[in-house]
């Protein structure tokens, strides 16, 4: 899976995953333990089959 890779990619990566795992125990960014917000009943949230193809342009999805 890394064959190829150069050692400054490697070492990009490294940087991105240490940026995240530090970010996760800070408690913020994508690692953040807090929940969403709650959505708002009249939100609109469109219904798709999700064992095909998803059309993330659609906005709000939830798997059917």
Request: aromatic share 2%; glycine share 10%.
């Amino acid at each position: 899976m890394l064959a190829g890779c150069t050692p400054a990619a490697l070492m990009g990566a490294a940087v991105v995953v240490t940026s995240e795992l530090a970010a996760a125990e800070a408690g913020s960014g994508h690692g953040s333990a807090q929940r969403p917000p709650e959505m708002t009943p009249d939100r609109k949230v469109n219904e798709v089959d999700c064992s095909k193809p998803i059309d993330f342009s659609l906005g709000n999805i939830r798997c059917k």
